[in-house]
T-cell receptor
Framework: GESVGLHLPTLSVQEGDNSIINCAYS??????FIWYKQESGKGPQFIID?????DKRQGQRVTVLLNKTVKHLSLQIAATQPGDSAVYFC??????????FGKGTTLSVSS | DTGVSQNPRHKITKRGQNVTFRCDPI?????LYWYRQTLGQGPEFLTY????????KSRLLSDRFSAERPKGSFSTLEIQRTEQGDSAMYLC?????????????FGQGTRLTVV
C-alpha cells in the first residue's frame, strides 16, 4: 500500500542551529499533512499542519514546506534547542480517511 | 496534556488473557482513532470511528481485536487471547471531523506487555 516515509532515520545538530527534517509521500491524492513530535514514552504531539492548497506554513520556530510536484514535505526548526530532541513523524491523509505515518526521524540536539 | 485520556497507562498480561483499554477523547471531537506503535516505528492505523460508527478498519486488526464506541464518546479496544506479538503501545487520538480533516490529538498511550 501507499505510505509516507522519511529520508533520514537520525539527525544530529548543535544547539542554536536550524534543523531540517524531510519526508517523502507517495499518495498524490493526499491533501492534508501533519508533523508530530514524539518524546520517549509519550504520545505524538501535534506541531504544525498544512493543506495541499498551500506550499508553506509558519508557526512558532517551525515552518512546514510542501512540494506537491515531487511529493515532498519538510519541517524546519529554527534555533534548535535541547528540548526539541525527539522523534519527528510526518503523517498524511485524504478527507475522511485516517492519518498514515512514516517511520520517523530522531533529532538529537547537543549543547 | 492534549485532553485525550487513555487508561491504563501500562498493562502486563500473560499470553492468552484478554485485555481491554479505554480512551476518552476530547469532548467535542466526533472522530476517534486507534493506532498501534512498536519500538522504532511510526504509529500504525488500526481503526477509526465517526461518532459511534466504525468507519474503517485496518487489516492489522485481526479477529482477536475489537473496538467499540457505543455512545459516540469514549471507546474501548479489546484484545482477546493475547499473543507476545501484541506487545506494543496502543495510542488513541481524536479530532473534529467534517468534510475536511483536522488535526488529531493523541493520548499518552497504553503500553501493553504480553509475557
Amino acid at each position: 500500500g501507499e505510505s509516507v516515509g522519511l529520508h533520514l532515520p537520525t539527525l544530529s545538530v548543535q544547539e542554536g542551529d536550524n534543523s531540517i527534517i524531510n519526508c517523502a509521500y507517495s499518495n498524490s491524492a493526499s491533501d492534508y499533512f501533519i508533523w508530530y513530535k514524539q518524546e520517549s514514552g509519550k504520545g505524538p504531539q501535534f506541531i504544525i499542519d498544512i493543506r495541499s492548497n498551500m506550499d508553506k506554513r509558519q508557526g512558532q520556530r517551525v515552518t512546514v514546506l510542501l512540494n506537491k510536484t515531487v511529493k515532498h514535505l519538510s519541517l524546519q526548526i529554527a534555533a534548535t534547542q535541547p528540548g526539541d530532541s525527539a522523534v519527528y513523524f510526518c503523517a498524511e491523509n485524504q478527507a475522511g480517511t485516517a492519518l498514515i505515518f512514516g517511520k520517523g526521524t530522531t533529532l538529537s540536539v547537543s549543547s | 496534556d492534549t485532553g485525550v485520556s487513555q487508561n491504563p497507562r501500562h498493562k502486563i498480561t500473560k499470553r492468552g488473557q484478554n485485555v481491554t483499554f479505554r480512551c476518552d477523547p476530547i469532548s467535542e471531537h466526533n472522530r476517534l482513532y486507534w493506532y498501534r506503535q512498536t519500538l522504532g516505528q511510526g504509529p500504525e492505523f488500526l481503526t477509526y470511528f465517526q461518532n459511534e460508527a466504525q468507519l474503517e478498519k485496518s487489516r492489522l486488526l485481526s479477529d482477536r481485536f475489537s473496538a467499540e464506541r457505543p455512545k459516540g464518546s469514549f471507546s474501548t479496544l479489546e484484545i482477546q487471547r493475547t499473543e507476545q506479538g501484541d506487545s506494543a503501545m496502543y495510542l488513541c487520538a481524536s479530532s473534529i471531523g467534517t468534510g475536511r480533516n483536522t488535526e488529531a490529538f493523541f493520548g499518552q498511550g497504553t503500553r501493553l506487555t504480553v509475557v
